[in-house]
Each structure stands twice: as C-alpha cells, then as structure tokens.
C-alpha cells in the first residue's frame, strides 16, 4: 500500500471528487494537507482523510508557507508526496531536497507556467520541476512544450482538469424533471419578466468577483446588443464596481448580479436559460463547466491571459473566441451567433458531448494515480 501524501492550498468543494476517486484506486492510501486560502472555502472531505495544516503565509503577499510539506517528506511519513508546483511555495524546494535524501518520491502538480511567464522565471520553475520525479501538467501543449525543452527527463503525465460531470447531469435531470419554461425559470430565479416578443441573447458569467476577469467587457457588451440580459453569478470585493459599471452604461435593468450560487441544483436554472457562458479573460476550470451543461463558452483571444483549461475550446465549434480586451468584438461575436439559431445548436450539443468525452473524471484521476506510481518506482529504483 503506497502512503500517498497530498499538500494542497485548500479544500474546495471541485477537488472532493477528484481526491475521492484517487483514494479509491488499489493500492493507495491517500491523506489530503491542506491550508486555508482567502475566497476558495474548505470543505468536508469524503471518501478521503483530510488533515487541515498551518499556513504562515504572510498576508497579503502570495507566498504560501507550510512548514508540514517540509515534515511530510520523510520515509517514515510518505512514501509519494504530491505537492502545487508553484514557485509561491517557500518550502517546497527544501522538501524536494529532503525528500530525495530520504527515499520519498515527489510529485509536483500545476500549471507549468505563469500569465506573466518571462525566460528567467520559466527557466526557474522548470529547473525546480526536475527535482521531482514525476511532473503533472493539465494540458497536452504544455506537457509537450517541457517534453521538447527537456527530453531527458521522461515523468512529464497529463492530469486535465475537470469537475464533477455526474453532478452536473444529476442536476440537469432534476430541473429538466421540474418542467419550467425558460420564462418561468427567468421569473422564478427572482429576474424579473424578459421583454418583447423576441427577447435578446442572455449571457451568463460565473466567478469569484474578486479577481479581474473582464467582467466590464460584458457589461459593455450588454449595452452594444440589443435586448441582451446578462447574469452575474459570484460574490466578491469587485461586486460593487461592477454594479457601478453597469449604472454608468445603463444597463442596470439588464445586468442581473444573483450572487453567490454554487450548488449545482442553484446553477442548473441559470445555464438553462443562458444561451452563451462569457468569460471574457482569466478563464479556467469555468469553461468546462459551462461546456458540461451544453453551452457555448465565448472568450478574449489572448490565450496567455487564461489558465491551461482554455485549450478545451474549440472556435466555432463549442465555443467562440473574440479579440481579447474589445467589448466590441464581443457584442458583435454574439449578436452573430445569436442570429443562428441552428449553428448555436450545433456548437451547444459539441460542448457537452466533447467535454464528456474528453474531460471525464477517470481520466485526470488516471493522470495522477500515473505520476503517483512512477515516482514510486523511480524512488524503489534508486
């Protein structure tokens, strides 16, 4: 039985799954570390242990400090450690070392790059991932861009990220069992009556509102298409800028802000009613959310400016990428595509067909239970 350490910022809800399945592969005995990190609530485990640890880390800078990655890695405490491959982590070159002295093998696990990559920090963090035996990245391009860096080292694996796809059908059932029309889910969700005959295209975002993701860039949007609605679900330190925005546009009536809804049973409704999901930077494991629930994702066309999930979009074909940071190209994308009914059809039923298809849960646990052995083998070999 591997002793399978795992170190973690948090617990959040989107990750349960992903730890419980890993915790039920032969083989593993798995306990979850995990600190505490502003605007990303822990949650109960289930299926796994789960031991909550001391975060030194000094507010506001964002340098993560946890003296227990630096105990974990022992042979009398792990046999793999996995720990966030982030250059914020303080301690997690020692534990590298340390580690390596004592027989543990190690699994570093993230992005592989930075939004705000430039050489020298690139050369950094890579030099910092070779320490480890194996190395998980969420997306093909980028396992294959280090691959091509650094073909010597062969412990690069693919863990793509993902939610909770049966929670999500659970609850697609359970509202399409409710039998509400769209007008009557609008009005139910406390929105008010929609307008018009023909009523404009809806947007829908879904976020923290702390961070800045070009929320104002739908906003304007908003204002440049006729009829359209957008619905804002989060809640955050951002809110109240937003709000302002929306006033100074004047699409106050037509910019709805529902708050904080994260259950999946509070989002059926509202990606029921949305005929686009608009995130327009800053993108991540959202789109495959949206993608899960059958809707089109729109996008700003600066790919760097998004985490690795972006790359499940497929242009005009689940989903529309606009010129990055023009509120413009945005009302035009969508007023475009809300002018084909039968092409947006076709792009909402290629969302959630791919993402089932190539974001099930077995195949990131897969990915990780993959790097887990390997480094394993690799330690045993030494």
Do not use: C
């Not at 791919?354 to 195949?363: K, L, S, Y």
């Amino acid at each position: 039985m591997l002793r399978v350490n795992l170190v973690y910022q948090a617990l959040p809800e989107y990750r349960v799954p992903v730890w419980r399945a890993l915790a039920q592969r032969p083989g593993i005995d798995l306990t979850v570390y995990h600190g505490s990190t502003p605007g990303l609530p822990s949650v109960k485990a289930e299926g796994f242990r789960a031991v909550p640890i001391a975060d030194l880390s000094p507010a506001p800078l964002r340098v993560m400090i946890y003296p227990t990655l630096l105990g974990l890695a022992s042979r009398s405490k792990s046999d793999v450690l996995v720990a966030p491959w982030t250059l914020r982590s303080a301690m997690l070159t020692p534990a590298l070392i340390r580690a390596r002295l004592t027989g543990v093998g190690t699994v570093l696990w993230g992005h592989g790059y930075s939004k705000q990559e430039h050489p020298r920090k690139l050369r950094w963090r890579e030099r910092q991932g070779q320490r480890a035996d194996a190395l998980v990245f969420y997306d093909d391009g980028t396992a294959d861009g280090f691959r091509r860096r650094h073909p010597r080292y062969d412990g690069a694996f693919v863990a793509g990220n993902t939610i909770d796809l049966d929670a999500v059908e659970d609850a697609r059932a359970r509202h399409a069992a409710a039998g509400a029309s769209a007008a009557a889910t609008w009005q139910d969700l406390g929105l008010g009556e929609r307008k018009g005959e023909q009523p404009g295209p809806i947007a829908l975002h879904v976020s923290r509102l702390s961070d800045d993701n070009g929320v104002e860039l739908l906003i304007e949007a908003t204002a440049r298409v006729r009829g359209m609605a957008s619905v804002i679900v989060g809640a955050g330190s951002r809110e109240p800028q937003l709000r302002a925005f929306a006033e100074i546009a004047g699409v106050r009536d037509r910019v709805h802000f529902v708050g904080d809804r994260y259950g999946e049973d509070d989002l059926a409704p509202l990606f029921d009613v949305a005929d686009f999901f608009v995130y327009p930077k800053n993108v991540g494991l959202s789109l495959i959310h949206a993608l899960a629930y059958g809707v089109p994702v729109l996008t700003g066309d600066d790919l760097a400016s998004h985490n690795p999930e972006v790359h499940a979009l497929e242009d005009g074909v689940n989903g529309a990428l606009f010129r990055h940071g023009d509120a413009g190209a945005l009302a035009e994308k969508i007023q475009t595509l809300f002018d084909a009914p039968d092409a947006l059809a076709d792009m909402a039923r290629a969302a959630r067909e791919g993402v089932h298809r190539d974001f099930p849960m077995d195949r990131m646990v897969d990915g990780l239970e993959q790097a887990i052995r390997f480094a394993a083998d690799r330690q045993a070999a030494r």
